[in-house]
């Protein structure tokens, strides 16, 4: 009886629980959409960086693992012995996209006139396509698929090199790097295009080209490692396990590292992230929890002798606190109901708007608004909507809680 | 002789700010089971703080309530909250019936607040309202009943829970007189065919002049007793 008079109590003063309602709903929407935005943030950052080069997984010799972090490596020399073999078996495992082999390296680039070291990237492009790795052209063409393909070495070019070189698709450009045994090799590459990585500072230094040119100028059959794309981000530890149990072992053991381990940022990112929506939260909260606790309190003394009525004919004290509990529960449970409505319709709208935000600090193109909203948003967000408005209703419990039946009767 | 109410050395004082106010003073008085009793007093006489403390919803600051032979003055809060929901009922001057429910709803309440199966429930509720003359309204929620029928409703909850006593504060008061003059007849006749207790609260002439027996009050003090014999 006491959920069916709560639920009456609520149409008393209808505008205000309109208004009760209203907050409700709208906070529920605010917390949908920051968690959508929040996921999709996560998310687009996770795939942006796992088919940015990172992949999945990297197969990497045991005795490289203190260079984990890519930066490290690119001045040494690649070490990964009889990898086309790894590589072949990992590819015939399952959840396993494809994998290919990865060389950094550095050096210097010149065009004649100008000259910039550069940070050398090299990959099978067959292989990276398949991984799902697409090269953000500028200008020109990709690197071409087949080993040898064109007759000549050919690089692509981060925009930012690109322009302080003076170069541009169709010059040929003199590449030097190191090789393992110390001494300086060159050779003539053909810029096949210009592409970004979306970071303006990596632009400005970053060449890449193929395993089989950069071997010609390293002079080593070795690679750096071996970088694999799943079919789902998902299956990452899962495939990792099989890779521990089917590489770590033997003669030249073999170390598995994981994208999060190569992008320590993206953990920093979804902490800081993370900060923020807990402080908006926070704020939505307590802007819902003090707004229907305010209007909780109003209702109560407005009803002061009727609970001093219902005291008097024996309803306990605790039963007039479930009482108000309950009005809470079912503004939550509207409200609730009213923002999933409203807030699936406004995600879908968004997201079908494709509206586009400015880039982020020290990228380059501009970022789609997107909101990825699961039905547990929904459901965990009804909990908290929930415990809020319980937690609203402390204050007009504890009132109530006070209140003399005497004086209650004689309350005008 | 049973008795339903025995006070003893009676006395309540209220603070309205720094003036203490001496509510009730040395009330010594006796009620018997099925006994049709009137508190009679102008206003301020303290018949209201009577009628609080035989029910159980005040404390006294000096003296014995014996409620059907228990000490509700030494009993718990929640000692009080269970006599009052089983063996009390109320009616109040301004008829204080929950406005969402309907009369069949605020009659229904109370037995559900002791825990009445359903069925049962159903069953006391009609009889209540029936004996209240309220057979055909009982759907209707308090804001489209009169005046008379909201306090014949506040009486059917009052009286379905088969108390030991109703108590009743100035019953009458928000009624006109003709419509005072039937409710006071109904109470009269429950009161003879159910034999539950009635303590009235009142300055209504109309009520004193037909009560069996009337206590007078004035500056907290009973001053006068009147007793008639029935018929």
């Known amino acids: ?412 | 002789m049973q008795l339903a109410f025995e006070v003893r050395g009676l006395a309540k004082t209220y603070r309205q700010g720094t003036v203490v106010v001496q509510a009730l003073s040395g009330i010594d008085l006796a009620v018997r089971s099925g006994e049709f009793m009137v508190v009679a007093g102008s206003s301020g006489s303290g018949k209201s703080t009577l009628l609080h403390l035989l029910g159980g919803l005040d404390r006294p600051d000096a003296g014995n309530i014996l409620f059907a032979g228990v000490d509700l003055a030494a009993r718990t809060e929640a000692e009080r909250t269970r006599i009052r929901r089983h063996q009390l009922g109320f009616v109040f001057q301004s008829f204080n019936l929950v406005p969402v429910l309907s009369a069949y709803e605020n009659v229904e309440y109370g037995l559900w607040l002791g825990g009445m199966a359903k069925p049962e429930r159903r069953r006391r509720v009609e009889e209540a309202l029936d004996a209240v003359g309220l057979a055909d309204r009982m759907h209707h929620r308090p804001d489209h009943l009169s005046g008379g029928e909201r306090q014949r409703v506040a009486l059917a909850r009052a009286l379905v829970n088969a108390p030991i006593a109703v108590l009743a504060d100035e019953p009458t008061a928000s009624l006109d007189t003709h419509t005072a003059a039937g409710m006071v007849q109904l109470l009269i006749e429950l009161n003879a065919t159910r034999g539950t207790t009635f303590v009235f609260a009142t300055h209504d002439p109309t009520i004193i002049a037909r009560a069996p027996r009337v206590v007078h009050l004035s500056d907290g003090r009973i001053v006068d007793e009147m007793r008639r014999s029935a018929g």
Not at chain 1, 44 to 67: F, K, M, S, T, Y
Not at chain 1, 92 to 121: D, E, K, Y
Not at chain 1, 258 to 263: F, I, L, M, P, S
Request: net charge neutral; glycine share 10%; aromatic share 6%.
């Open chain 1, 1 to 412: 009886m006491l959920p069916l008079i709560a639920l009456r109590n609520l149409s008393r003063n209808q505008r205000r629980t309109l208004l009760s309602l209203l907050v409700v709903c709208v906070g529920f929407i605010g917390l949908l959409l920051t968690a959508g935005f929040v996921r999709a943030s996560f998310v687009g950052l996770r795939e942006a960086v796992i088919q940015g080069g990172l992949g999945h997984l990297e197969v990497v010799p045991a005795a490289d693992l203190g260079a984990a972090n890519s930066a490290d490596r690119t001045g040494r020399p690649p070490g990964f012995a009889g990898w086309r073999e790894i590589r072949d078996t990992i590819e015939h495992q399952p959840h396993v996209r494809a994998a290919g082999a990865t060389i950094q390296f550095a050096g210097v680039a010149t065009n004649g006139g100008s000259s910039a070291s550069f940070v050398g990237l090299a990959v099978e492009p067959d292989r990276e396509r398949r991984m799902g790795m697409a090269v953000r052209l500028r200008e020109g063409a990709s690197l071409p698929e087949a080993e040898g393909a064109g007759g000549e070495d050919q690089v692509l070019l981060g925009v930012g090199l690109a322009r302080a070189l003076g170069a541009a698709p169709g010059d040929t450009i003199a590449v030097m790097a190191a090789t393992p045994d110390g001494s300086l090799n060159a050779v003539d590459m053909v810029v096949a295009g210009l592409f970004t990585t979306g970071f303006q500072e990596l632009d400005g230094r970053i060449l890449k080209t193929s395993v089989a040119d950069a071997q010609r100028l390293l002079g080593t059959e070795r690679v750096t490692s071996v970088i694999v794309g799943l079919t789902e981000t998902s299956t990452t530890p899962q495939v990792e396990t099989a890779l521990r149990q089917l590489l770590t072992t033997g003669p030249a053991p073999l170390s598995i590292v994981t994208w999060e381990t190569r992008a320590p940022f993206y953990g920093q990112v979804r902490a800081l992230y993370g900060s923020i929506f807990a402080f908006l939260g926070t704020i939505v909260a307590l802007l819902v929890a003090l707004s229907i606790s305010n209007t909780m309190l109003m209702s109560v003394l407005e009803r002061v002798r009727e609970f001093g009525t219902l005291l008097a004919i024996g309803t306990s004290r605790a039963q007039l606190a479930q009482m108000l509990i309950f009005e809470a529960l079912w503004l939550a449970a509207i409200g609730a109901l009213a923002g999933s409505a409203l807030g699936f319709g406004l995600v879908t709208l968004i997201n079908a708007l494709h509206i586009e935000m400015p880039p982020p600090p020290a990228a380059v193109d501009p970022i789609l608004l997107e909101l990825l909203v699961q039905p547990s948003d929904f459901l965990w967000i009804f909990g908290a909507m929930t415990i809020i408005l319980a937690a609203a209703a402390i204050p007009p419990m504890l009132r109530v809680f006070r209140l003399q039946i005497v004086d209650a009767l004689g309350h005008v």
